[in-house]
């Protein structure tokens, strides 16, 4: 890797990178999982959050996603009752199912998962409520 004359959304990755490598050793010799997670930065410094966790080894993304699903079960009955979670969707020629809410999210706070491919989307309440329900045992 190149010296970095200054920080931009090419080398922050590579760098995150670097450090999540050497991370995972100082983590080892501790018995924890370190990761550098989300950055922000200007063209003269970078802040990266670092996740520390002890147990067995998750990535951010898995962490996120339990975070999705438990907003899902808090909000639902408030929320979005209308939306009933043990029922598919089909939308798009494709079925989906719902796993995840975003609490901050404001225009698409729904994380839906295609059943098909297993890819995650994100939309918006109303988008699954013009979906068409569908059961799929």
């Known amino acids: 890797m190149a010296k970095i004359t200054s920080f931009d959304k090419q080398n922050l990755p590579q760098l995150r990178a670097e450090i999540n490598a050497a991370l995972e050793a ?6 924890v ?12 410094n970078a802040t990266f959050k670092l996740v520390c966790q002890v147990g067995e080894d998750r990535s951010i993304s898995d962490l996120k996603s339990e975070k999705a699903a438990a907003a899902l079960k808090a909000f639902q009955p408030l929320y979005f009752r209308q939306l009933p979670l043990d029922k ?3 939308m798009n020629n494709d079925v989906f199912e719902i796993v995840g809410y ?3 999210g404001r225009t698409q706070p729904m994380f839906i998962k295609s059943v098909k491919t ?3 989307f994100k939309c918006s ?3 699954l409520e013009r979906a068409v329900k569908v059961d799929i045992k």
């Open 26 to 31: 100082i983590g080892a010799k501790f018995g």
């Open 33 to 44: 999982s370190l990761q550098a997670g989300n950055a922000s930065f200007q063209a003269t």
């Open 88 to 90: 598919h969707y089909k």
């Open 102 to 104: 975003n609490t901050r």
């Open 118 to 120: 297993g890819k995650e």
């Open 125 to 127: 309440i109303e988008q």
